[in-house]
């Protein structure tokens, strides 16, 4: 894989609903995986940023695993709530030297409905 | 204020004219980043200035014109755009440093979205 990968595209779930989305990235030269929230006309903002193989990172009811030797994470969101409506993007950042170039996915949009 | 902030929030222009973004962040970075958001497409990194010295140019057609006159505000100069660069152009900032992967972290502002009739 040369670029970073979502899946799905997007999502519709009732509120309460436990989901997740998968991000695929280019497992040879990894340094850190960037996931950021989007809401639509605000700023995104950052989540979790990512390093190690077996990482596991928690804020509030989200969640995210790391697999740097298959090249994947996974984002879970347990108990949606409408306010989690959003488009979810992961970033690679490959290890290269001083480069600070994230490697951007499409995202996965979604809406939890109430 | 606080974060990131960008000004205008929308702009509709001719191809002929030219206009200016801009970018202020309140964070204390060293890095800041012009990226441009279109529809279907990730997010295309245009410009990186670290410590104010331009680092990065993604092969920008020269009609975006970066200016960095300070570590804490950026401009993108627009002049004789084309109907395909509406978009929305992100700013961003970081701290670099020492490679810990948290300081890769960037903060983004809302974005201006751009339309060239």
Redesign the interface.
């Known amino acids: 894989i040369l670029n970073v990968e979502q899946s799905p595209q997007s999502l519709h779930v009732q509120e309460g609903d436990s989901t997740n989305f998968t991000c695929s990235f280019p497992s040879s030269n990894f340094y850190a995986l960037h996931w950021y929230r989007w809401e639509t006309a605000k700023s995104p903002e950052a989540l979790f940023v990512m390093t190690l193989n077996g990482d596991e990172k928690k804020k509030g009811r989200i969640s995210a695993t790391l697999n740097t030797k298959e090249g994947y994470s996974y984002l879970y969101i347990k108990g949606s709530q409408p306010e989690d409506s959003a488009t979810y993007l992961c970033a690679s950042l490959p290890n290269a030297g001083n480069n600070r170039k994230l490697i951007w996915g499409l995202g996965t949009s979604l809406a939890v409905n109430p | 204020e606080t974060?990131?902030t960008q000004t205008p929030r929308h702009l509709v222009m001719g191809m002929t004219n030219k206009k200016s973004l801009k970018c202020e962040q309140h964070l204390g970075h060293n890095?800041m980043y012009w990226y441009k958001q279109s529809a279907?497409?990730?997010?295309e990194?245009m410009f990186?200035y670290?410590f104010k010295e331009q680092t990065?140019n993604n092969s920008v057609p020269s009609r975006f014109s970066p200016e960095c006159p300070n570590s804490s505000h950026l401009f993108l100069h627009l002049h004789t755009l084309q109907p395909e660069d509406s978009a929305l152009y992100?700013c961003a900032s970081?701290q670099?440093g020492p490679?810990t992967?948290?300081q890769?972290?960037?903060?983004?502002?809302?974005?201006t979205r751009l339309t060239v009739l």
């Open positions: 974060g990131v890095a279907k497409k990730p997010l990194l990186v670290n990065e992100l970081s670099e490679r992967g948290l890769d972290t960037q903060y983004f502002g809302p974005g």
